[in-house]
């Protein structure tokens, strides 16, 4: 049984999640309208040279969606780039060419621009964590914690940046959460403990398709080492360690080795970049990491004109 989510790539999901967003974006700018401020100052047969430069050192990511936006507002605007996803970039390097009319490469300028610095930033928060566990085994997971409708550009942007992609949705795996927990301890007739939590989403799970235990990880969240004792009994594909203590970390690491050394155990909850390096020193297999989508300042990416 596989504990790990299907992996995030530009593929026509993706694609079309990007191209609602660009839409949407269009809207936003143009409404039925047009670019007045352009349709003042750019005659309409005027034609342009533009390179999109980074203002400072990161990851790209998102060359395919600046490609979609531009062609969005002009399908005949080219696209030219002079990295890939995944490039690191120093101030100043030339990201890629456009070419076509001016009018539209002014027009789609910031939509394709607001689409790469998002989602560089992302690359280049993820890489910062990437880096500061590299001495360990730990893998830098992303969450749900993302922008409601970008979230598998998202999730792209994190695997670009070389960390991992939980699950992207409900319906991808099991994760017994904190409340789902606190709603079984309530008593009465639905009351579950832990351990019958996992044997319920077990059956579920088994019932779905034939192979589903293939492509349905079932976690469990637990905020205590009693806790985690008693879900080990069950073997889990991995346990959520949620906010627990550099000691505790250790514990869980050592309890897990004597008990169910199959089962994963992922460390989450107020995970910083001043931190996250002795957490992957404790042992766990996984860390969590909200802040790469929710807190990730944008890459700071511009458009100079060709004189």
Same mark, same amino acid.
């Given at each position: 049984? $596989?504990? &790990?989510?299907?992996?995030? !790539?530009? +593929?026509?999901?993706?694609?079309?999640?990007?191209?609602?967003?660009?839409?949407?974006?269009?809207?936003?700018? %143009?409404?039925?309208? #047009?670019?007045? $401020?352009?349709?003042?100052?750019?005659?309409?047969?005027?034609?342009?040279?533009? #390179?999109?430069? /980074?203002?400072?050192?990161?990851?790209?990511?998102?060359?395919?969606?600046?490609? %979609?936006?531009?062609? &969005? =507002?002009?399908?005949?605007?080219?696209?030219?780039?002079?990295?890939?996803?995944?490039? /690191?970039?120093?101030?100043?390097?030339?990201?890629? @060419?456009?070419?076509?009319?001016?009018?539209?490469?002014? $027009?789609?300028?910031?939509?394709?621009?607001?689409?790469?610095?998002?989602?560089?930033?992302?690359? $280049?928060?993820?890489?910062?964590?990437?880096?500061?566990?590299?001495? @360990?085994?730990?893998?830098? =997971?992303?969450?749900?914690?993302?922008?409601?409708?970008?979230?598998?550009?998202?999730?792209?942007?994190?695997?670009?940046?070389?960390? #991992?992609?939980?699950?992207?949705?409900?319906?991808?795996?099991?994760?017994?959460?904190?409340?789902?927990?606190?709603?079984?301890?309530?008593?009465?007739?639905?009351? =579950?403990?832990?351990?019958?939590?996992?044997?319920?989403?077990?059956?579920?799970?088994?019932?779905?398709?034939?192979?589903?235990? !293939?492509?349905?990880?079932?976690?469990?969240?637990?905020?205590?080492?009693?806790?985690?004792?008693?879900?080990?009994?069950?073997?889990?594909?991995?346990? *959520?360690? +949620?906010?627990?203590?550099?000691?505790?970390?250790?514990?869980?690491?050592?309890?897990?080795?004597?008990?169910?050394?199959?089962?994963? %155990?992922?460390?989450?909850?107020?995970?910083? *970049?001043?931190?996250?390096?002795?957490?992957?020193?404790?042992?766990?297999?996984?860390?969590?990491?909200?802040?790469?989508?929710? !807190?990730?300042?944008?890459?700071?990416?511009?458009? +100079?004109?060709? #004189?």
């Amino acid at each position: 049984m $596989t504990a &790990e989510f299907p992996p995030i !790539s530009w +593929d026509a999901h993706l694609e079309d999640d990007c191209r609602q967003i660009v839409r949407l974006a269009i809207r936003e700018d %143009l409404g039925r309208l #047009y670019d007045w $401020t352009t349709v003042a100052l750019v005659p309409e047969e005027a034609t342009a040279v533009a #390179y999109v430069r /980074a203002r400072r050192a990161g990851i790209i990511a998102g060359l395919p969606a600046a490609k %979609l936006a531009l062609a &969005e =507002y002009d399908h005949e605007i080219e696209f030219l780039p002079e990295v890939t996803d995944g490039d /690191a970039v120093e101030p100043g390097a030339t990201i890629a @060419t456009l070419r076509g009319a001016a009018r539209s490469v002014l $027009t789609a300028e910031r939509t394709a621009l607001n689409l790469l610095g998002r989602m560089s930033g992302i690359a $280049t928060l993820t890489r910062d964590f990437v880096r500061a566990v590299s001495a @360990t085994p730990a893998r830098i =997971y992303d969450t749900r914690k993302t922008i409601p409708g970008w979230r598998r550009l998202e999730k792209y942007a994190v695997r670009t940046g070389g960390g #991992y992609n939980h699950r992207l949705g409900l319906s991808e795996g099991i994760l017994i959460k904190d409340n789902h927990l606190a709603f079984g301890a309530s008593g009465g007739a639905n009351a =579950y403990s832990p351990a019958s939590a996992i044997d319920r989403c077990r059956q579920v799970v088994a019932s779905l398709t034939a192979d589903s235990e !293939s492509s349905f990880p079932i976690e469990i969240e637990v905020d205590t080492l009693a806790q985690l004792d008693e879900v080990l009994t069950r073997d889990p594909d991995i346990v *959520l360690l +949620d906010n627990m203590s550099l000691i505790d970390l250790r514990a869980a690491v050592a309890r897990r080795a004597a008990r169910a050394p199959g089962v994963q %155990l992922e460390a989450s909850g107020g995970v910083t *970049l001043e931190s996250i390096a002795a957490i992957a020193q404790t042992g766990v297999d996984r860390i969590s990491v909200g802040a790469l989508t929710h !807190s990730a300042p944008w890459l700071d990416i511009g458009l +100079d004109w060709s #004189y």
